[in-house]
């Protein structure tokens, strides 16, 4: 999960992760609140909704839309810990290491950026 080039890469290769993109809205919004809060949301969206192993709603607690993010999870395979298991081997029986949460939080941000460039 270091790897960040390597990992969009292959998502790119996912026929149902790569048709995630941005719409202009969620563009719009990001421009409107700046990147530093979208992370700031990214970091409270993993830690209260995907670093718990006890999430009684595993694979339904990310939507697929209402927020820059959560676009972004879903097209990383970050959005229930179903997802991170089949995607990146990290173990569901347990709740997610600060090291995990950031490298989570890495990989979203570069999709992010990637979505964003020249927008």
Not at 13 to 25: A, I, N, P, V, W
Not at 65 to 89: D, E, N
Request: a positive charge; proline letters at 3%.
């Amino acid at each position: 999960m270091t790897d960040t080039r390597a990992i969009l890469k292959r998502l790119e290769r996912s026929k149902f992760r790569s048709s995630f993109h941005l719409k202009q809205k969620d563009i719009d919004y990001i421009h409107a609140k700046g990147m530093d809060t979208i992370m700031d949301h990214c970091d409270d969206f993993i830690r209260t909704r995907l670093a718990p192993s006890d999430l009684p709603n595993d694979g339904k607690q990310t939507p697929m839309k209402g927020h820059p993010v959560f676009i972004a999870q879903h097209a990383t395979a970050c959005c229930c810990r179903g997802c991170l298991s089949r995607w990146y081997g990290i173990d569901k029986n347990r709740d997610l290491s600060e090291t995990e949460i950031r490298n989570i939080e890495r990989i979203i941000g570069a999709w992010i950026a990637k979505e964003m460039e020249g927008r």
